[in-house]
């Protein structure tokens, strides 16, 4: 048995900067302001990261866990409604690619992100992707800041739902450094898609188990990951 950890964002699909959106909403409307998002980093981020950053902008000082809690929950409320009036898209190749996998018994397909669980069903739901994954044994970034926590939590659930499967047996899929990292970080084999904003150059310097200019047919797919 092989675990695919799928990434979302820049990976799966491109969601029209609808999340930005959700979270500019939600500043406006808790501190009455609004900040440059051009300042702060988000790419392969999570959404605790996220807003911790955007509330130190505000405060100048460093965020309180309730600060996040409350901005990240009034973030996925608004979410769907942003969902529906910004123009995103599946990226290429994705539906038949997790259609292949989904086919094959011996394949567990799950999520691991730095969206909270709501924001990526959401996300998933609306762009029709949700029953492609275990939703119930992924990985979301509810209550982690770094990627390598929510790396780390996608390690126990293998381990408690798939004991027999060892760390080179699960894949973390992804498309910016970030994947990279935390799926190193527990030993995992990473695939780097230059799918997203970083480059296919970015991408290699971080060494990963493979790398691509962008998702390859699920025949190649399946002949490499199936290679010892």
């Not at 900040?35 to 981020?45: E, F, L, P, Q, R």
């Not at 691509?212 to 199936?226: C, D, R």
């Amino acid at each position: 048995m092989k675990v695919l950890f799928w990434d979302i964002d820049g990976t799966l699909l491109q969601a029209g900067k609808a999340g930005l959106f959700a979270f500019d909403e939600a500043v406006r409307e808790i501190y009455g302001r609004s900040i440059d998002y051009a300042s702060i980093k988000t790419s392969g981020m999570t959404d605790n990261y996220i807003a911790e950053q955007i509330i130190e902008k505000i405060e100048g000082r460093r965020a309180l866990p309730f600060e996040v809690m409350h901005l990240t929950m009034r973030y996925e409320q608004l979410l769907p409604h942003y969902l529906t009036i910004k123009e995103g898209h599946v990226l290429s190749g994705v539906v038949e690619m997790l259609t292949e996998l989904h086919a094959h018994d011996d394949y567990v397909q799950l999520i691991l992100t730095g969206n909270s669980r709501r924001g990526a069903e959401e996300k998933l739901k609306y762009y029709g992707l949700d029953l492609f994954f275990d939703l119930d044994h992924s990985a979301f970034g509810d209550d982690c800041v770094d990627r390598n926590e929510i790396s780390a939590k996608a390690r126990r659930i293998v381990h408690d739902v798939y004991p027999s499967v060892t760390a080179d047996e699960i894949y973390v899929i992804g498309d910016t450094p970030n994947d990279v990292r935390c799926g190193k970080a527990i030993g995992a084999r990473t695939i780097a898609i230059a799918s997203g904003r970083f480059s296919f150059e970015e991408l290699v310097r971080c060494v990963p188990w493979w790398a691509m200019e962008k998702l390859v047919e699920p025949k190649e797919f399946l002949a490499m990951i199936e290679k010892k």
